[in-house]
């Protein structure tokens, strides 16, 4: 085993709040996640500031939306964390409206998770929406 030492540092209360939060999902300790983002920090670092995604098993998905669309969404965040008591995020809230989209699109198709399509090999075409024609965009 490798030899420890402590490093401790005082941090703004909301990036402490942050940093709880995330670790909580990971269901980390809060020594393990720290040394793995220090970890992923300097292995960007060494990249020349470019993170490689694919060696986590994620993939990023990236859209405009009107800015009506975005102040109802923010607003629907807003409500909901007050209801719930926790903080509900873009991400979670985009995530999940996506899997509830798909089991029920997967339910109807007579399909599992298991038996969708696997990504072939090599580059594929990128699919892009036509622009919406209502102004001004945000990306989510």
């Known amino acids: 085993m490798a030899e420890k030492?402590?490093?401790c540092a005082l941090?703004?209360?909301d990036l402490h709040r942050k940093i709880t939060e995330a670790r909580e999902r990971t269901g980390q300790?809060?020594?393990?996640?720290?040394?793995?983002?220090?970890?992923?920090?300097?292995e960007m670092k060494e990249n020349g500031g470019?993170?490689?995604?694919a060696t986590n098993g994620t993939r990023?998905?990236?859209?405009?939306?009107?800015e009506t669309l975005f102040q109802r969404i923010k607003a629907h965040l807003e409500r909901e964390t007050a209801r719930t008591g926790k903080k509900l995020t873009q991400r979670e809230?985009?995530?999940?409206?996506i899997e509830e989209a798909l089991a029920e699109?997967?339910?109807q198709a007579g399909v599992s998770p298991c038996k969708a399509p696997q990504p072939q090999d090599g580059p594929q075409p990128q699919e892009e929406d036509e622009p919406s024609v209502s102004g001004e965009e945000k990306a989510v």
């Open 11 to 13: 941090i703004d209360l």
């Open 60 to 66: 990023t998905m990236a859209f405009q939306i009107s």
């Open 105 to 107: 699109a997967e339910r």
């Open 50 to 53: 470019k993170q490689i995604m």
């Open 5 to 7: 030492k402590n490093l």
């Open 29 to 42: 300790t809060t020594a393990e996640y720290i040394t793995d983002l220090l970890l992923e920090y300097f």
């Open 93 to 97: 809230f985009v995530l999940g409206l």
